[in-house]
């Protein structure tokens, strides 16, 4: 490893690499069994054991079940100081045709949170077993979250719906619940592919997050042919409304990066009857939260029109989904900093704004937070043909990457880390953020009377 200029304590992160190193093929292993057991989100049951167990192998105790699946840990060996969290995610995401998906469930590791979580497992290993702990002024917390993937929507509800949770991601799921009230900053580190194979990390300044709509419209069956004139169809009224979505997309600014994707998931049960039961489901995405919102209260407009314009009654349920990540800088460039360690600059991408999404974002908005994305795969993200093709670089290079970056927070009286968080002005309090997903977390049943207009 050669030294990386002006970033301190280079002795210490040598340790910590050496001792990944030492561990590598048990991470790897980690990693591929991970990625052949695929569970979806608020079901990890197996991989959260996976990651108690190892946190056990390390003498380290835990809390489990945070979230119904979520597990954490805080070490420390030092009083006071800032407390870093290092995140990995449990879950996969529905890609049934995938060659390893689990034939029951369709899950499949499309997404490289399997990586996630051997790396988050590597820098525990790493900073625990190479005794430099001691040396660091602050806390580092590793977690292993739940139900980052956006999927199985219905059976989300559900678990609201049965007060065994109250939002439908991971992260915000722990937020509520405290399980960040004693964290100060947070890092994780996401999978890339990249058509070009001198590309091996990135960072997108920032991307968007959303909030999710289900409409259920509902209007009355006739026989379709002997008398339509009987019926009310609820699947031209959702058809008006997605005509409506689309007419508003020249409202919106370029610089809020809107993006709005519906799709309907039923829409009429025989050919001879008139539709009176379809629905239709989407993101509003959108770089601000106060974008999102105004996005989605148009979106609300059209779903009423369509309903009204055909008699029709519509329900609307608001769904919330994650907050915009916003990359915090300073941390971004001492990840860098150690990146360059091992690559040349030119193998570095630094990307802009990102109209994906990922709960990462809600963690930034209450603290500093970084997601880089380091290569090592192929394929489409949640495509049949994902595949790890450098398991280096998938489960070693991140875990040094980011212990290498804690090292430089907490070292030297955690003088780095107390800057960033002096000079950190967190866009929502924890209170402000509960608010705004609650709001967004709504159902109402619309049929044109509180406007005085009858339905059929």
């Known amino acids: 490893m050669k030294k990386a200029g002006n970033v301190a304590h280079e002795e210490l992160k040598q340790r ?17 069994d991970i990625f052949h057991h695929p569970e979806l989100g608020f079901k990890e049951r197996r991989t959260a054991g996976i990651v108690a167990a190892e946190f056990g192998r390390l003498g380290l105790g835990y809390l489990e079940e945070l979230a119904l699946t979520g597990v954490k840990t805080v070490v420390s060996e030092s009083d006071g100081g800032p407390t870093v969290a290092v995140i990995g995610e449990l879950d996969s995401v529905l890609v049934a045709d995938h060659p390893s998906a689990d034939p029951q469930t369709g899950a499949a590791h499309c997404c490289g949170h399997n990586a996630q979580i051997a790396t988050m497992l590597g820098v525990a290993s790493g900073l625990v077993r190479s005794g430099v702990l001691s040396e660091l002024a602050g806390k580092v917390a590793f977690m292993a979250v739940p139900a980052e993937e956006y999927v199985e929507i219905d059976y989300r509800v ?3 719906q049965a007060d065994k949770t109250e939002f439908l991601g991971g992260k915000s799921e722990l937020v509520r619940i405290g399980a960040f009230d004693d964290i100060d900053m947070a890092m994780m580190v996401h999978a890339a592919t990249s058509s070009d194979p001198t590309q091996i990390g990135g960072m997108n300044t920032s991307i968007n997050g959303f909030v999710g709509k289900q409409a259920r419209f509902t209007g009355k069956a006739a026989h379709a042919g002997g008398a339509p004139h009987r019926g ?11 005509e409506a979505i689309n007419a508003q997309r020249e409202t919106y600014k370029d610089d809020d990066t809107i993006r709005i994707h519906p799709i309907l998931t039923r829409g009429g049960d025989l050919v001879n009857v008139i539709p009176n039961d379809v629905r239709l489901e989407t993101m509003i995405r959108g770089k601000t939260a106060e974008a999102i919102e105004d996005a989605a209260r148009k979106v609300d407009r059209a779903l009423r029109a369509g309903a009204i314009a055909m008699g029709a009654e519509v329900e609307i349920s608001s769904l919330p989904g994650y907050m915009p990540l916003f990359n915090h800088q300073t941390m971004a460039d001492l990840f860098i900093d150690n990146f360059k360690v091992f690559y040349d600059e030119s193998a570095w991408r630094n990307d802009g704004h990102g109209t994906f999404s990922s709960d990462i974002g809600d963690i930034s908005h209450l603290m500093p937070t970084v997601e880089p994305s380091i290569a090592g795969f192929s394929g489409a993200v949640h495509g049949s043909d994902w595949e790890i093709t450098d398991k280096y670089l998938a489960y070693v290079l991140p875990a040094k990457l980011m212990a290498m970056t804690v090292i430089d927070l907490l070292a030297g009286g955690a003088t780095q880390a107390r800057q960033i968080l002096d000079d950190f002005e967190p866009r929502m309090t924890k209170d402000q953020y509960l608010a705004f997903m609650r709001r967004n977390n709504r159902k109402e049943t619309f049929d044109g009377r509180e406007i005085g207009i009858q339905p059929r």
């Open 16 to 32: 910590v690499n050496d001792e990944i190193d030492r561990q590598a093929e048990h991470l790897i292993a980690l990693g591929e």
């Open 158 to 160: 559900g678990l609201t």
């Open 232 to 242: 009310v169809n609820a699947l031209y009224a959702a058809q008006l409304a997605l």
